[in-house]
């Protein structure tokens, strides 16, 4: 069974750090690129990140570039969002998920960022 | 970047009615286009991929279709299930944008 769980979220005062992680397993994770999307209260879907699957290629949405940093280890089968200057704006539940080909995303989890 | 937009931003409909949703890009993505249907609290659920790929065990009900620029969703026959928020994405390239969702409810 494809199973993806986050973890590391949880409440940040305005300008702090937190490193989301994403845990996979039940499928070829070295073989798979692989994306963070968020999603804040009550909004729709904004893709984060992108890096592919010997992290080569990397991408950043134009709203965290430069803030946020996304690596992954393929011999422990997990993905990483490191993210720095945190806004109250990016407060959001954050999802890891494959490339839209395959159906495999993470149960989310959520970042507060509030003074 | 390329700009993702879609329509209507909400509908309902009776059930058994067809029912298309269209997604536009301002430039061409070729057939890098997804839809994803998302329930209230739910993770999302890959629908097509490919523009008009049905991905495996979605009911098939559900079909895409388009290239370029111009996308559509249809659901042949609206069941109370399908009561959810759809939304379009292009992975041709970065960045990997959303549409900003269509919102489907039964009348």
């Known amino acids: 069974e494809v199973q993806l769980v986050e973890s590391g979220g949880g409440l940040v005062q305005p300008g702090g750090s937190l490193r989301l992680s994403c845990a996979a397993s039940g499928f070829t994770f070295s073989t798979y690129s692989m994306n963070w999307v968020r999603q804040a209260p009550g909004k729709g879907l904004e893709w984060v990140s992108y890096?592919?699957?010997?992290?080569?290629?990397?991408y950043y949405a134009d709203s965290v570039k430069g803030r946020f940093t996304i690596s992954r280890d393929n011999a422990k089968n997990s993905l990483y969002l490191q993210m720095n200057s945190l806004r109250d704006e990016d407060t959001a539940v954050y999802y890891c998920a494959s490339e839209p080909t395959v159906d495999y995303w993470g149960q989310g989890i959520l970042v507060t960022v509030s003074s | 970047d390329i700009q993702m937009t879609q329509s209507p931003s909400s509908l309902s409909a009776s059930v058994g009615d067809r029912v298309t949703i269209t997604c536009r890009a301002s430039q061409g993505i070729s057939n890098y286009l997804a839809w994803y249907q998302q329930k209230p609290g739910k993770v999302p659920k890959l629908l097509i991929y490919a523009a008009s790929t049905l991905q495996l065990g979605v009911s098939s009900r559900f079909s895409g279709s388009g290239s370029g620029t111009d996308f559509t969703l249809t659901i042949s026959s609206l069941q109370p299930e399908d009561v959810a928020t759809y939304y379009c994405q292009k992975y041709n390239s970065a960045p990997r944008t959303f549409g900003p969702g269509t919102k489907v409810d039964i009348k």
């Open positions: 890096i592919s699957s010997g992290s080569s290629t990397i």
